[in-house]
């Protein structure tokens, strides 16, 4: 089965850190751009990173920019979000994501991803 998996999730204090790990099975995700979302209790699912097939390009909200990283490792068909100095407004379900393979346009809507994971809570406390 084609499928991602987010893992690293859970509670944190405001301030702290956490790292977010999607794991893509059924075929190498090398060229896909792969992307992380969030979703809040009674919000609409937003975006927050990505990270295209053409290595170095990235592209990150402005509310998570210089506190988030996004990463991945192709070998192991695995995608990153490293979340820093997290906040209250970091709440949210996150979502990773990917595109088809040699996807070109920006990444940036839901719509431009096909396969999606199951989600991982993050709660940052005050």
């Known amino acids: 089965q084609v499928q991602l998996v987010e893992s690293g999730g859970g509670l944190v204090q405001a301030g702290g850190s956490l790292r977010l790990s999607c794991a893509a099975s059924g075929r190498t995700f090398s060229s896909s751009t792969m992307g992380w979302f969030r979703q809040a209790p009674g919000k609409e699912r937003e975006f927050v990173a990505s990270?295209?097939?053409?290595?170095?390009?990235?592209t990150y909200a402005d509310s998570v920019k210089g506190r988030f990283t996004i990463s991945r490792d192709s070998a192991k068909n695995t995608v990153f979000l490293q979340m820093d100095s997290l906040n209250a407004e970091d709440t949210a379900v996150y979502y990773c994501?990917?595109?088809?393979?040699?996807?070109?346009?920006?990444?940036?809507?839901?719509?431009?991803?096909?396969?999606w994971g199951q989600g991982t809570q993050v709660t940052v406390t005050s």
């Open positions: 990270i295209h097939w053409i290595p170095g390009r990235t």
């Open positions: 994501a990917a595109t088809r393979p040699l996807y070109s346009g920006s990444a940036y809507y839901s719509n431009d991803y096909y396969l």
